[in-house]
């Protein structure tokens, strides 16, 4: 618990998309984290990763944000 108020990995929480049943966020095209995630895959996978999420229409990640991003969404 200390680390998670040191960290303040709280603020993930505030106003963030929701969580499934792992506890891990499921971010969707409407959410502000979407954009970045997409960022994210391209960098590291290509297009076609990018395709794949779009076509599903959400993501589940252990994180608000891809670790390029801040908590706030902007570039780190």
Same mark, same amino acid.
């Given at each position: !618990?200390?680390?998670?108020?040191?960290? +303040? !990995?709280?603020?993930?929480?505030?106003?963030?998309?929701?969580?499934?049943?792992?506890?891990? /966020?499921?971010?969707?095209? $409407? +959410? +502000?984290? &979407? %954009?970045?995630?997409?960022?994210?895959? @391209?960098?590291?996978?290509? $297009?076609? %990763?990018?395709?794949?999420?779009?076509?599903?229409? /959400?993501?589940? @990640?252990?994180?608000? &944000?891809?670790?390029?991003?801040?908590?706030?969404?902007?570039? %780190?």
């Amino acid at each position: !618990m200390i680390t998670y108020l040191q960290n +303040r !990995m709280f603020a993930d929480f505030a106003d963030g998309p929701p969580v499934d049943a792992d506890g891990e /966020f499921v971010i969707t095209p $409407d +959410r +502000r984290e &979407w %954009a970045s995630w997409l960022d994210d895959l @391209r960098a590291k996978y290509g $297009d076609s %990763a990018v395709v794949s999420a779009e076509r599903s229409g /959400f993501l589940v @990640r252990k994180s608000r &944000w891809p670790s390029t991003k801040d908590h706030h969404g902007v570039a %780190a």
